[in-house]
Each structure stands twice: as structure tokens, then as C-alpha cells.
């Protein structure tokens, strides 16, 4: 059984005290069917296929429309942003760096290989590092630190994607007629804001709707390619590796910045692999190779042979493809394809919180379920809103996609080498790769992202430091809860009971009984929780039946139904009562009681009382954090979500205790 360890969740109160220790064993990886889980009863192709359709609305959303603008960015870049007309040599090297980008990044890393790196179905960098810590076999805190620094990073993706996809889209207005053109920016803020709002309707109702709206639009787009390969049928040079090679040798640092540039073009891999929870892996993988890579291979095509035919049409080269009676249809429904490719980063950061949360990175936030049937398909309010102040302020920052072309890229860059870190622990070590296979497709991967690292560390000064400040401060704040909670932990220690020694107490002098039961949330059972402490000395008196309950948080993605809970008898009056979950389930104490009846166990919600101890942080400065981090992490406790919410107890039984604790 996996290592577990209590449950990320605020301090303040005693039920929920995080370890903040990084993930460490489990069970390996298993395959999953269609649904993204592991085991259980076949499903039907019906549901196959709807989950397929659902993925390439949710999924690859963001990747389906860098076309947009991934190719204008690059080839703009590699000629000085409209210094001269752009040369043969220049169109089929970016073209070429932009294909081999797909293939190797997207196809192979991530359709093939991480997508294969499941966690019991579920994905994602914080997935990655847990079984990478499996793979070393211990704890590991620099692996921890990757993590957690790719987690940060990946909340900067999440803010740009939004802002720089939906004001693309909707400059394509520009053409149509100039007219439009004040209206862009206020137009963008009005969908974005609509977006947002319509996400606690949950990503299987967003799916449903956006799904078939995206198979129209990568068909749509393979459709406006195809008709202009004619143009010069020497695009085809692109597939090519050697002028995409030559591309780099010949031009130094502008070669660089349009490898910056060419970057954008696989920008929607992570969300791709951290939404896998969402519709399972056949799903995505066929979705790819069906319909996703072959509609942006054509598209690409079609602007590198069209700007090769007619270099002033560089301008923007994905809307001039389409005809132009066709163009306003398109700009329509480039908007809805940009509003989906925002959707894939949104469920990616839910996904990405509630496992922060779970391995005590983050404090307790409130989650919904917004599906009985997928247990992945969540919605977070605080992550959505913040995320929605985010891209606001971007948009109106940046006011143009051109301008956040040079904000994109660092972070996504970043945590992809991050992710390919990671993923060589887990093929050498966990997969038992032998080290020639491992060196020779893990090796170039982690030398690619190096690269298209350091060639967007290029554009830092024009905008990339926005996604390096967000990820700073989130990583900052997961270091703070994750230093706070330990301060708080080592600290409580100093001043609890032994329940030993508290037992041999009441043998001696019981206190007065009363009917019913109580439950004392704790996070180490073997001292006497604050809770019950305070109610004897403000009570004095003790339940007939008294349990010392335990929310644990194990390293593994779900945990089943007969590992669920463990039971021990202390005496007649006590006992200790464990209840695990895994770091993608929402913990529900109640029903996991109600499941107490298999191990003898009855629990009479209407008899049973809650006792909590709430905990009133007071900063010291003094016990290992600096005076203002204290009160940075004392403001994320206040702010957490209670441990009655966040556990689901039942409010009218609920007794919260106050005590006050200097950190």
C-alpha cells in the first residue's frame, strides 16, 4: 500500500495539518481504458467516441489554433520583423523547425511517451514527480522542487493562453473590414469574462458544446491549407530536418528568436498531458493521429507554400488562406476554437490545484464536482476567478497577440524540460529502460527544450518576465505553505499530550459520560488531539464513545475501496479511526464512514458530533520563516477553505475549538 501521509489542508485547524513531504511510493503506473480509469467494466464505444470528440475541444484546443499566429511570429521574427520580404531559405527553415517541433515534441514526447507515464489514469507534472520519487525509491527533494517549480510555471501558460488565443482570433476582424478594429479589445475582455463564468457548469457540459465545434475547426483549417500547397509545391522541402538545420546555422541570434517564436506552435503539449484525467489516453492519442496533427500539417503547409508564392501576404497569412467570402465565417469560428484552446489550460489548472492541495503544496480550496460520472471533471471558483483577473490584466497590458507573442513561451518552455527531466527517472528507473535506449530518445529531448529554453530567454526584456513573475510567486507561496506547515507541525508537537499518558488518566480519575459519539479530528493519533483537551477542560465531560480520526493523503491517484479505511480499538471508550485519500479524490469523511458498517463500524450521523481544533495563528518571526513570510503564510491559512467544508461534515455537528498557536 502507498506511503500515505495527512492531507494537504490549512493548519489552523488540527484536522488537517499538511506534512508537505513530497510524494514517494505507490503502486506503478496501470494501464486505463477510455475513461482514463484503472480497471472496472468495459465501456461502450459510444463513450469512447464522445470522450475523443470531447479531447479535441478540451484537449487540444490550445495547439489547434497556434497556427494563428505561430508561423507569422516565427518568420516575422527571422527577418527582423519586417525589415525585408522573407526569403525562400527563411520560409522552409521555420517551416521545417515548426514540423519537426510537432513531431518530436508533441508526437513523441508527449502522444507517445508521457501519456504512457500515468498515475492510475491521471497526468500531469505533479503525477510525473510522484513517480519519479517511485522510481528513485526514496524522497527527493530536489525532484520535489522540480515539481513544484513546473506546477508554478504552469499557472503562467495558463494566464497567457487565454489572452493571447482570443485576441489572435479576433484580430482576424481587422481584415474583414477596419471598422472593427476599436471593438477588438473590448470584445476580447467580453468573451473571456463569458469563459470564465460558464466553467462551474463543468468541463463534460463545455466538452459537449465546444467538442464538435473544433472538429469543424481543424477540418475547417486542414480544408484552407490543402488549397494553397498548390501555390508552391516545394513547401513539401519542409519535412526536411536539413533546412530547419541550416536555418539556425546561418543565422545566429535572429535565428534564435524565431526558434522563440516557432516555440508557440507546441505550446498546448503540457495541458495536453495534464488534462489526460479528463478523457483517458486512447481517446487524446487517437484524436491526434486522426485528425489534430494531420489538420496542422496541412494548415502549415499552406501558409509556408502561400508566403512563399506572395510574401506580402505574411501579414497574416492564416486568414488570407481562407477565401474571402469565407473570411468572416472564419475569424467566427477561429474565436470559438480560441475560447476551447483556453478551456484545455482552465481544466488543467484545476486538475493541477487539487494535487497541490492533496500533497500539501497549497492550502484547502473549495472543489466541485461537476460530473458523476468522471471523477476528474472538476471546477475550483478561487482558481477560476484568479485566473480570470490574470488574463484581464494581460489583455489590457499587452492590448495585441503580437505584443504577448514575446510574454509566450518561457514558462511552457521551462516546464517542458522540466517534464523531460523528470520522465528520464521515470523510463530508466521505473520503466527499467536499458541506458543506451534511454540516452538515445530522452537525451535529445531534454537538448531540444534546453534550447527552445534559452531561445525565449531571449524575449525576457519585451514581456517574458510576466510568466517567470507568476510562476516566482506561486512557487513562493507553495514554499511558504510547505515551510509553515512544518514550523506549525514540529511546534504542536512541543505542546501535546501523549494519549498514553492521557488514558492512564482517566483510569484514575474518569471524567463524566455522556451519550453518543465523538470524533476528534486529528493529524497523529498517537497524541491527545487539542480539541479533546479544551472540551474536557471547558466540558468536563467525555462521549461514551470516542474516536481519533485521521484524513490521510496517499501518493497514489485514487485509493480503492478496501484500502479506504483502518480500524483500531484503543479500549472500550476509544479508538482510532484512519480514512485514506488519493491526491486526485476530494476527501469526503462522512461517506467513508457510512462505508465503516463492512469492518462492524456504525456511525449515527444524527449521534456522532465533529471536534475540530481551529487554530489563531500569531507571527513571531522567530521559528524559522522571516516576520513578513509569516504573516504571508498566516493570511493563506486564514483564507483556506474550512476543514468542515473541505472534508464535507455535516455543519449541525460540527464543534470547532479556538486555540492560539505562535509560529
Not at 502522444?111 to 500515468?118: F, G, I, K, Q
Not at 496517499?554 to 475501496?561: A, G, I, S, Y
Amino acid at each position: 500500500m502507498a506511503h500515505d501521509r495527512t492531507t494537504g489542508s490549512a493548519p489552523v485547524e488540527q484536522g488537517g495539518e499538511a506534512a508537505a513531504k513530497a510524494p514517494v511510493a505507490g503502486d506503478a503506473p496501470h494501464a486505463v481504458d477510455a475513461n482514463g480509469h484503472n480497471g472496472g467494466p468495459a465501456h461502450t464505444q459510444a463513450s469512447f467516441w464522445g470522450l475523443l470528440v470531447g479531447s479535441i475541444g478540451v484537449v487540444y484546443g490550445d495547439i489547434g489554433t497556434s497556427p494563428l499566429y505561430a508561423f507569422r511570429e516565427a518568420v516575422m521574427a527571422a527577418t527582423g520583423h519586417g525589415a525585408g520580404a522573407p526569403s525562400r531559405e527563411i520560409v522552409l527553415g521555420v517551416l521545417s523547425l515548426i514540423l519537426w517541433s510537432l513531431i518530436l515534441i508533441i508526437t513523441g514526447k508527449y502522444v507517445l511517451l508521457l501519456l504512457r507515464a500515468d498515475d492510475k489514469g491521471e497526468g500531469g507534472i505533479l503525477t510525473l514527480v510522484a513517480l519519479a520519487q517511485r522510481a528513485i525509491g526514496k524522497r527527493s527533494y530536489a525532484v520535489a522542487l522540480l515539481g513544484m517549480a513546473g506546477a508554478a510555471l504552469f499557472y503562467g501558460d495558463a494566464a497567457i493562453t487565454p489572452a493571447i488565443s482570443v485576441l489572435s482570433a479576433l484580430e482576424g476582424l481587422k481584415l474583414v473590414t477596419p471598422v472593427f478594429e476599436p471593438y477588438i479589445l473590448p470584445l476580447t475582455v467580453v468573451i473571456i469574462v463569458g469563459l470564465f463564468a460558464v466553467q462551474s457548469h463543468g468541463t463534460a457540459s463545455v466538452a459537449r458544446f465546444f467538442g464538435p465545434i473544433c472538429v469543424v475547426w481543424f477540418v475547417a483549417m486542414a480544408l484552407i491549407g490543402l488549397i494553397h500547397i498548390a501555390d508552391d509545391f516545394g513547401v513539401f522541402l519542409a519535412f526536411n530536418p536539413y533546412y530547419g538545420i541550416v536555418f539556425l546555422a546561418n543565422h545566429g541570434t535572429i535565428g534564435l528568436l524565431a526558434l522563440g517564436a516557432v516555440f508557440l506552435a507546441v505550446t498546448g503539449g503540457e495541458a495536453l498531458y495534464t488534462d489526460m484525467g479528463h478523457f483517458g489516453r486512447k481517446p487524446i492519442q487517437w484524436a491526434w493521429f486522426c485528425l489534430v496533427f494531420p489538420a496542422l500539417t496541412l494548415n502549415y503547409l499552406g501558409q509556408g507554400a502561400m508566403v512563399l508564392a506572395d510574401p506580402t501576404k505574411l501579414a497574416n497569412p492564416f486568414y488570407l488562406l481562407a477565401p474571402s467570402w469565407a473570411l468572416l465565417p472564419m475569424v467566427v469560428l477561429a474565436t470559438l476554437a480560441t475560447i476551447i484552446a483556453s478551456q484545455a489550460v482552465i481544466t488543467g489548472a484545476f486538475s493541477l490545484t487539487r494535487q497541490a492541495i492533496q500533497l500539501g503544496l497549497l492550502p484547502r480550496m473549495a472543489i466541485r464536482h461537476t460530473s458523476e460520472e468522471h471523477s476528474g471533471q472538476i471546477y475550483m471558483p478561487a482558481v477560476n476567478w484568479g485566473l480570470l483577473i490574470g488574463v484581464l490584466a494581460l489583455v489590457l497590458l499587452f492590448k495585441s497577440s503580437s505584443s504577448l507573442a514575446s510574454a509566450y513561451g518561457i514558462a511552457v518552455t521551462a516546464t517542458m524540460f522540466i517534464t523531460a527531466v523528470l520522465a528520464w527517472f521515470v523510463v530508466r528507473q521505473l520503466w527499467k529502460w536499458n541506458m543506451a535506449l534511454a540516452i538515445t530518445i530522452m537525451v535529445p529531448l531534454i537538448v531540444i527544450h534546453f534550447i527552445f529554453f534559452g531561445a525565449n530567454m531571449l524575449k525576457l526584456v519585451d514581456g517574458g518576465w510576466v510568466p517567470l513573475v507568476i510562476g516566482a510567486v506561486i512557487m513562493f507561496l507553495m514554499l511558504t505553505w510547505r515551510k509553515g506547515t512544518e514550523i506549525l507541525a514540529e511546534k504542536t508537537r512541543r505542546i501535546e499530550v501523549p494519549l498514553v499518558d492521557l488514558l492512564k488518566s482517566f483510569d484514575k480519575r474518569p471524567p463524566h459520560q455522556v451519550a453518543g459519539t465523538a470524533v476528534f479530528l486529528t493529524s497523529d493519533q498517537s497524541y491527545a488531539p487539542a480539541s479533546l483537551l479544551h472540551n474536557l477542560k471547558h466540558n468536563k465531560v467525555l462521549h461514551e464513545h470516542n474516536v481519533f480520526l485521521a484524513v490521510k493523503s496517499v501518493d497514489t491517484p485514487r485509493v480503492p475501496d478496501s484500502e479506504r479505511v483502518s480500524y483500531e480499538k484503543i479500549n472500550d471508550r476509544f479508538s482510532r479511526l484512519t480514512v485514506r485519500f488519493g491526491y486526485m479524490e476530494t476527501p469526503h469523511v462522512p461517506k467513508a464512514l457510512i462505508a465503516c458498517k463492512k469492518l462492524g463500524l456504525k456511525f449515527d450521523m444524527m449521534s456522532t458530533s465533529f471536534f475540530l481544533s481551529r487554530r489563531h495563528l500569531k507571527a513571531s518571526g522567530k521559528l524559522g520563516m522571516p516576520l513578513w513570510q509569516d504573516y504571508i503564510f498566516i493570511g493563506m491559512a486564514v483564507n483556506a477553505n474550512s476543514a468542515s467544508d473541505y472534508f464535507h461534515l455535516p455543519t449541525g455537528r460540527v464543534v470547532e475549538v479556538g486555540t492560539q498557536v505562535t509560529i
